[in-house]
């Protein structure tokens, strides 16, 4: 089935009516990794980009969504990194510990030129690009590459192929563009991870946030996520919060610091904080690296529940709430 436009205000929303159509269609695809149904062609807006976090029960891992966005501002691809934060996470690495699908590398250090020997900071670029130009219709970061097409085909590829910024009238608007997307498991994160850097960019350019526009060529559900689809849905509805503005004080900065910390966290186990981040927005953020050690490394529900009373915003709360709840039933 194609040409399915959805436009709505936030992730619970689109998501709901994204799974209701997916779960209707009949006809069934068979691939390398399963069965799905699928949807060609899908365009879908979300008019608020910071309600970018589901509220459910079910979908909304504000974990997993945090680990891939600080995956992505390591700079780098290491399989050990995102697996961390996701065990299950499905991408075999090559020789060298590295995950050619991912979007570390290809962000801050993409390769060009005779044997690939230039390297371009795709997020540096274009941030010098937008203040030079406002109005360039060149804000381009390229994801997918031709060169994907002739790597061994066991490699896998990213399924992004570009992050399109328009800016007009103040706002800084974001494109996507997908050559394929997991309904289930992969649209949730890439949501999170794009809006995430659409507002840092419009920060860094002290500019308010537009629209986000995701578009894909294969939005599709494989026939192992039927039942969590349904699962979601019998959630009922949930009241759109957004997440709290991202401060206006080195955003690129700070987020490749928290990115530093989880990795400090990660491989030399502390379980302290040396010097909180001075805005509040960013403390949180490093909570929550902290409170996740806590609860799925450490099993130490107390000390992580003692991380969760410290944080300054209320939007995180329902999150480790869940996990309390988890506890008890």
């Known amino acids: 089935m194609s040409g ?11 998501l709901n009516a994204l799974y ?5 269609i009949e006809l ?6 399963g069965e799905f149904k699928e949807l060609i062609c899908t365009h879908i807006i979300l008019t608020n980009p910071r309600m970018r976090v589901s509220r459910s029960y079910s979908r909304g891992k504000i974990f997993s969504l945090l680990g891939e966005l600080l995956w992505y501002f390591t700079g780098d691809n290491e399989l050990d990194f995102i697996k961390y934060f996701l065990p299950n996470y499905p991408e075999a690495a090559d020789e060298n510990g590295k995950v050619n699908s991912g979007y570390g590398d290809r962000l801050f250090s993409y390769s060009y030129g005779a044997d690939n020997k230039g390297e371009i900071n795709q997020i540096d670029n274009i941030l010098n690009l937008l203040k030079r130009k406002p109005t360039s219709r060149q804000a381009v970061i390229q994801l997918f590459s031709a060169a994907d097409l002739v790597v061994d085909r066991d490699s896998p590829v990213p399924c992004t192929n570009t992050l399109q910024f328009i800016l007009r009238e103040n706002k800084l608007h974001l494109l996507v563009n997908m050559r394929s997307n997991d309904a289930f498991k992969g649209l949730v994160h890439d949501v999170y991870a794009f809006t995430m850097i659409q507002e840092l960019m419009a920060t860094e350019l002290q500019v308010e946030m537009g629209c986000y526009q995701h578009f894909v060529g294969s939005m599709h559900l494989y026939n192992t996520d039927y ?3 349904q699962e979601y849905l019998s959630e009922g509805y949930f009241t759109p ?5 991202m401060p206006s004080v080195q955003p690129l900065q700070s987020l490749q610091e928290a990115a530093k910390f989880a990795e400090r966290v990660r491989l030399e186990g502390i379980r302290i904080f040396d010097d909180l981040p001075e805005s509040n927005y960013w403390s949180d953020i490093w909570r929550l690296i902290l409170a996740f050690a806590l609860f799925a490394k450490d099993r130490n529900e ?6 969760r009373d410290e944080l ?18």
């Open 241 to 245: 919060t957004p997440m709290p503005a």
């Open 28 to 33: 069934e695809v068979s691939a390398s990794k």
């Open 302 to 307: 107390e000390m992580a529940f003692a991380v």
């Open 20 to 24: 209701r159509k997916l779960l209707s």
């Open 227 to 229: 039942e969590g689809a």
């Open 312 to 329: 300054s915003s209320e939007f995180y709360r329902i999150y480790l709430d869940d996990r309390e709840l988890r506890r008890r039933l």
């Open 4 to 14: 399915f436009f959805i436009k709505e205000k936030s992730l619970d929303d689109i």
